[in-house]
């Protein structure tokens, strides 16, 4: 950014019946200024018809991730000095996902995969056994406790070229919880689990370029999530042709 | 086949070559101490079970090796998919295992 600017120019991802095309649009700059304000600043300024999606402005809840300058991120914590390239910002909706209007996805195809995943919690007792102890020391936990920081963002299933290249693929987050809930000492679906992220698009359409956990704005790694789940699926591979 | 059961068959076939390409590149720095021969090698390996074994398993392993390694990327770079998939991987593996057959027989076989 240059010292004299006193804008930003900004180009903003407009859908239209044809698909859609980048608008630019000349906003102030301000001090400590996110992706998010910028964003909002034009729909309260000069546009209010344009389309985006945002909840707690405090990096918890997910729901504000867009493509900045062709990375995702979350604009409501990405200061805009931090990505800005020659004081230009190019602001889109996240890749690998439909596009409902301007900066606005649907998430849909993003969360039926983390039900395809088995991402769903296997209760294995009822109210009337005693609560499970948990050793938060055990490895096991210690795993499972690194992933549930997941906000659901999105962030690294639009960063990977693997969710791009196939279709099925259920892709880094769904895979992240999968693995979660395998490593939860409470869940009593491990095969159920298994067995989900073995089938075609599961764990292995993964090719390792960790991009994920390069794009995670919580600094998790997906990534070697899944390589746990490739190792425990090879194990029950060898173990079921031995039983 | 499902991606399991290709990847297991990958890593497997990886697993097999590792100590194959080693063993490989160690005759292959042997064999060139004081010039190479066409001779020298036939001498070495014609009538020899165990280089037909050796060299044997190692086409075995590449072909299935990569096959599914280049099935993968014509599905995910070419947008191969169905039996068109199917058929290009099996026809990968034939190449090669027919080719690596017919040069392995042709070194081993006296």
Same mark, same amino acid.
């Given at each position: 950014?240059?010292?004299?600017?006193k804008?930003?120019d900004?180009?903003?991802w407009?859908?239209?019946?044809?698909?859609?095309?980048?608008?630019?649009?000349?906003?102030p700059?301000?001090e400590s200024?996110?992706?998010?304000?910028?964003?909002?600043?034009?729909?309260?300024?000069?546009?209010p018809?344009?389309?985006?999606r945002?909840?707690?402005?405090v990096g918890?809840?997910?729901?504000?991730?867009?493509?900045?300058?062709?990375?995702?991120?979350?604009?409501?914590r990405t200061?805009?000095?931090?990505?800005?390239s020659?004081?230009?910002?190019?602001?889109a909706?996240?890749?690998?996902?439909?596009v409902?209007?301007?900066?606005a996805?649907?998430?849909?195809?993003?969360f039926?995969k983390?039900?395809?995943?088995?991402?769903?919690?296997?209760?294995?007792?009822?109210?009337?056994?005693?609560?499970?102890?948990?050793?938060?020391?055990?490895h096991?936990?210690t795993?499972?406790?690194i992933g549930?920081?997941?906000?659901?963002?999105s962030i690294?299933?639009?960063?990977?070229?693997?969710?791009?290249?196939?279709?099925?693929?259920?892709?880094?987050?769904?895979?992240n919880?999968?693995?979660?809930?395998?490593?939860?000492?409470?869940?009593?679906?491990?095969?159920?689990?298994?067995?989900a992220?073995?089938?075609?698009?599961g764990?292995?359409?993964?090719?390792?370029?960790g991009?994920?956990?390069?794009?995670?704005?919580?600094?998790?790694?997906?990534?070697a999530?899944?390589?746990?789940?490739?190792?425990?699926?090879a194990?029950?591979?060898?173990?079921?042709?031995?039983? | 086949?499902?991606d399991?059961w290709?990847?297991?068959?990958?890593r497997?076939s990886?697993l097999v070559?590792a100590p194959?390409?080693l063993?490989?590149?160690a005759?292959?720095?042997?064999?060139?101490?004081?010039?190479?021969?066409a001779?020298? !090698?036939l001498?070495?390996?014609?009538g020899?079970? =165990?280089? $037909? /074994?050796f060299?044997?398993t190692? @086409? &075995?392993a590449?072909?299935?090796?990569?096959?599914?390694g280049?099935?993968? !990327?014509?599905?995910e770079?070419?947008?191969?998919? =169905?039996? $068109? /998939?199917?058929?290009?991987?099996? @026809? &990968?593996?034939?190449?090669?295992?027919?080719m690596g057959?017919?040069?392995v027989?042709?070194?081993?076989?006296?």
């Open positions: 950014m240059t010292s004299t600017a804008t930003l900004v180009s903003v407009r859908s239209n019946d044809t698909g859609g095309a980048f608008q630019a649009f000349a906003v700059i301000q200024q996110t992706i998010l304000d910028v964003v909002a600043w034009i729909q309260q300024n000069e546009d018809t344009l389309a985006y945002f909840a707690c402005r918890m809840c997910g729901s504000c991730a867009m493509m900045v300058n062709g990375k995702p991120r979350w604009t409501c200061h805009v000095q931090k990505v800005i020659g004081n230009k910002i190019e602001i909706p996240l890749r690998n996902l439909p409902i209007k301007d900066l996805t649907d998430m849909d195809p993003f039926d983390w039900v395809k995943a088995e991402g769903v919690f296997h209760p294995s007792k009822t109210r009337d056994d005693a609560i499970e102890q948990i050793d938060p020391t055990s096991e936990r795993e499972a406790d549930i920081e997941c906000i659901n963002c690294c299933y639009a960063a990977c070229d693997a969710v791009s290249t196939t279709e099925d693929y259920l892709g880094p987050a769904a895979l919880r999968a693995w979660t809930l395998f490593n939860d000492a409470k869940d009593s679906g491990k095969q159920t689990i298994l067995d992220v073995s089938a075609n698009g764990c292995h359409s993964c090719h390792s370029m991009s994920c956990a390069e794009a995670c704005p919580n600094e998790l790694n997906p990534m999530s899944i390589a746990g789940l490739k190792r425990e699926t194990k029950a591979f060898f173990a079921r042709r031995k039983s | 086949m499902t399991l290709l990847y297991m068959a990958q497997i990886a070559m194959l390409v063993g490989h590149i005759v292959m720095i042997y064999a060139i101490q004081g010039g190479l021969s001779g020298e !090698i001498g070495r390996t014609q020899s079970f =165990g280089w $037909a /074994l060299y044997g190692f @086409v &075995v590449v072909s299935i090796h990569a096959a599914i280049l099935r993968t !990327i014509a599905f770079v070419l947008g191969l998919k =169905g039996s $068109a /998939l199917t058929v290009f991987a099996w @026809v &990968v593996f034939l190449v090669l295992f027919v057959a017919q040069a027989y042709a070194v081993t076989a006296t």
